[in-house]
Every structure is written in structure tokens, then in C-alpha cells.
């Protein structure tokens, strides 16, 4: 399955962006999915995570509250509606796709496919 991942870009603190990753080549009903995100000389980390049915989301403590994972399997998309951004959200942001939810949240984390990433810029 190939990810591609839209929607970064500048946004000053406080602001809202929605991010969306368009799988294709397979549908990925079935699959679990997450959100990562990645800065220069730091690990990936997870930030939220939604079931293959949607009905379990899990966040990073430092999202929940602001960040909203969603899904629509009939058009094979994944969402994150992040609102009432901060500087410490800056980062390249990645959608994953795996069989298993439980890998999403592991560390360090290992889904089968990654998207190439979407540049997410807060500034203060």
C-alpha cells in the first residue's frame, strides 16, 4: 500500500490544520493507523492512533485534547484535525499503516508502511 500525506504547512500557534494521507493500492479497511511525528535529531514518536473500524483511537498525552484522529474507509483516508497548535508540535508528521493496532504504539514504532511525511511548522 502507498501513503501520501497532505495538508502541513505555517500556521502561528493556536491555529488548526488538517492533515490527510490517501492510501492506495490496496484498501486499508482493515488496517490499523496512526500519525508520527519526527524532528531533526530526535526519534519518530507516536501521536495517535485509530483502530481498523475506527472505534478505538489512542493519542500521545501531549495531543489529547487538541489532536482528533479520524477515518473514511470508503475513500481509503486517514485524518488529523490538530487544533490549538504550539511550537512543540514542529515536526514532519507521517501516517502508518499495519494490520495491528498494537504496534502503533510501540517503541520504537514499526508499522509495515510509512507515507514520506508532510512538514508541519508552528511558530510562536
Known amino acids: 500500500v502507498q501513503l501520501v500525506e497532505s495538508g502541513g504547512g505555517l500556521v502561528q500557534a493556536g491555529g488548526s490544520l488538517r492533515l490527510s494521507c490517501a492510501a492506495s493500492?490496496?484498501?486499508?479497511?482493515?488496517?490499523?493507523m496512526g500519525w508520527f511525528r519526527q524532528v531533526p535529531g530526535k526519534e519518530r514518536e507516536f501521536v495517535a492512533a485509530?483502530?481498523?473500524?475506527?472505534?478505538?483511537?489512542h493519542y500521545a498525552d501531549s495531543v489529547k485534547g487538541r489532536f482528533t484522529i479520524s477515518r473514511d474507509n470508503a475513500e481509503n483516508t486517514l485524518y488529523l484535525q490538530m487544533n490549538s497548535l504550539k511550537p512543540e508540535d514542529t515536526g514532519v508528521y507521517y501516517c502508518?499503516?499495519?494490520?495491528?493496532?498494537?504496534?502503533?504504539?510501540?517503541?520504537?514504532?514499526?508499522?509495515?508502511?510509512w507515507g514520506q511525511g508532510t512538514q508541519v511548522t508552528v511558530s510562536s
Open positions: 493500492g490496496r484498501t486499508i479497511s482493515k488496517d490499523a
Open positions: 502508518a499503516a499495519d494490520v495491528s493496532f498494537v504496534i502503533m504504539t510501540r517503541t520504537p514504532p514499526r508499522p509495515d508502511y
Open positions: 485509530i483502530s481498523w473500524s475506527g472505534g478505538t483511537t
